[in-house]
């Protein structure tokens, strides 16, 4: 009796413990994107429940809390800021987000590889996971040209790839962690 007593006594500490750790874990918390779905509900309120499409715009519409900015944000932002606009009409509203899908977490590899095309991130990869999805390079790809484009419009940049330098374990850095929206261009 005394022993389950004793353990009954560490094992909240245990369970705190694990939490602990699994929130210092180091990695990043996913970050949404336009096209990713996500599942909200509202505890105790069935009405207050569906899975919706953050739009290109990085926003989706619930009721009661009306247009909610996404994109950009984690998923813990986003349940807060609509128990914030719940809280009038809500008091205490407990709400959950679930990210359902990573849609909108793409890139994409085009050029001299063997099945160009948009791949989903889930939720990193690096220059050399893409070009392993995309196949493959062909034997006419120039491997020491290989760039990366990032951002859009006057904030295009272009980030050098040097394949054979990465694959003998020299400046092992150019194998980027890629983010969402860029191309991986293989001449």
């Known amino acids: 009796m005394k022993l389950l007593v004793g353990l009954l ?10 939490i602990s ?8 918390e996913y970050r949404l994107h ?10 105790k309120e069935i009405d207050l429940q569906r899975k919706v499409m953050i739009r290109p715009d990085g926003k989706f519409s619930f009721p009661l809390a009306g247009e909610v900015l996404a994109a950009g944000r984690t998923a813990d932002d986003v349940r807060i800021d609509i128990e914030s606009k719940l809280a009038k009409f809500i008091p205490e509203a407990v709400v959950t987000v679930i990210v359902e899908d990573f849609s909108g977490n793409r890139i994409y590899v085009i ?15 690096t220059v050399l996971q893409a070009l392993s999805l995309a196949g493959g390079h062909t034997p006419f790809a120039k491997l020491d040209d ?42």
């Open 9 to 18: 006594g560490i094992l909240p500490l245990a369970f705190c413990w694990s």
């Open 146 to 187: 290989i760039s990366i484009v990032r951002g859009l419009g006057a904030n295009q940049k272009s980030l050098p790839f040097r394949y054979n330098q990465v694959i003998e374990g020299k400046l092992l850095q150019q194998n980027i962690a890629l983010e969402s929206g860029d191309v991986v261009v293989v001449p």
């Open 111 to 125: 050029g001299q590889v063997n099945k160009p095309g948009m791949f989903i991130m889930n939720p990193q990869l």
């Open 34 to 43: 336009a096209g990713d779905s996500i599942t909200v509900s509202v505890w």
């Open 21 to 28: 750790l699994a929130a210092d874990s180091g990695e990043p």
